[in-house]
């Protein structure tokens, strides 16, 4: 199985989860997409339906959450002149705080995790053998602007 069918997988796994069926077979998966539209439409008309505005950090973030509105039937936009980092949404709260935000940030979770696995591949056959790290320097108060000759040093060598 290659990586993309495993993270395929995994993000079902986390659908079938939300939805609060056991984990098991493709049904499962088919059953949890139709027990959260459902859960969707039941909340449509709930009287707690708002405007909710979500800033996403990165384009997959985006691309993923305007992929989840679809899939259950809500529509995502946004007004003249706002960032291209906001989608607004109009919901129940509780559709938001029950699926919409637990899928939105475990599928970030995991698709952030493939993508930085197939980055560290993808660059260490590239550019040299990784792995890739950044030291952290200690946290010194460097008032001139300069390095204090400990930090100078680990900077060095």
Known sequence: MDSEQKLAEALRAIEVQVA????????????????????CRELA??????????????????ILFCALLKRYGLVGYRYKRQRHSTIMVRASKRLVDEVLDPLLKAMSQ???EHFRAVAQLALSAAVSPGPYTVQILPDHNHAS?????????KVSG
Do not use: H
């Not at 609060?20 to 139709?34: D, I, Y």
């Open 110 to 112: 995991q698709l952030n």
């Open 145 to 153: 602007g300069q390095l204090c000759p400990e930090c100078a040093k």
């Open 20 to 39: 609060g069926l056991p984990a098991g077979n493709a049904a499962q998966v088919e059953r949890a997409r139709m027990r959260i539209k459902e859960r």
């Open 45 to 62: 008309t709930a009287a707690d339906v708002v405007e909710f505005q979500f800033s996403l950090p990165d384009t997959w973030s985006q």
